[in-house]
């Protein structure tokens, strides 16, 4: 305060002197500036600081909501996230236990259809050796018809041409020796 006294002294001094520059002390101006700057300084205080306070406030709470809804989204991303991983790992091992079991009915549809075909052969093989034995007695049967109707036809020619002459004679007896040394033996 004694300060402000010695200053408000020198400048009335140099004011009557005559000597008022832009850089010079007027102690007069300096006393209405305080004066306006208390009254500025409690009318702030009283009508804008309390305004000043409640949107600062409510800025920070809103700041800190947005904190807050950032956290919990990205907590929701983290959750969804590894969600998502759980999910593409069931999916996965889902995926490898399908194609295993495919791998498996494909092996058992094969060793099906090999054994259907084995029996199928098999069938197949029988029915062919079936058939040719069946051609086979046929043909036998056949040729020994064949061969009864030629040897008859032979005969009945033979007996036919030649009933009286000495050759057959000769070969009827023949025929009847062998006979009685078959029967002796």
Do not use: C
């Amino acid at each position: 305060m004694p300060l402000l006294l010695v200053l408000l002294q020198e400048g009335g001094h140099e004011a009557r002197a005559g000597g008022g520059g832009p850089f010079s002390i007027n102690p007069g101006l300096i006393i209405w500036t305080l004066v306006v700057f208390g009254i500025l300084m409690v009318l702030l205080w009283r009508l804008a600081w309390p305004s000043i306070l409640k949107s600062v406030e409510e800025r920070e709470r809103r700041i800190q909501k947005q904190l807050e809804d950032a956290e919990r989204a990205n907590a929701e991303g983290q959750r969804l996230l590894e969600e998502h991983k759980k999910t593409i790992a069931g999916a996965r091992s889902e995926a490898q236990d399908m194609i295993a079991k495919a791998k498996v009915v494909a092996q058992k549809e094969r060793e099906l259809l090999l054994a259907k075909a084995r029996e199928e052969y098999e069938g197949l093989l029988a029915r062919a050796r079936k058939d040719i034995e069946t051609e086979k007695e046929k043909a036998i049967v056949a040729l020994r018809r064949e061969a009864v109707e030629l040897s008859i036809a032979a005969a009945a020619k033979v007996i036919d041409a030649n009933l009286d002459t000495d050759a057959n004679r000769r070969l009827v007896t023949d025929y009847l020796a062998t006979l009685d040394k078959g029967e002796k033996r």
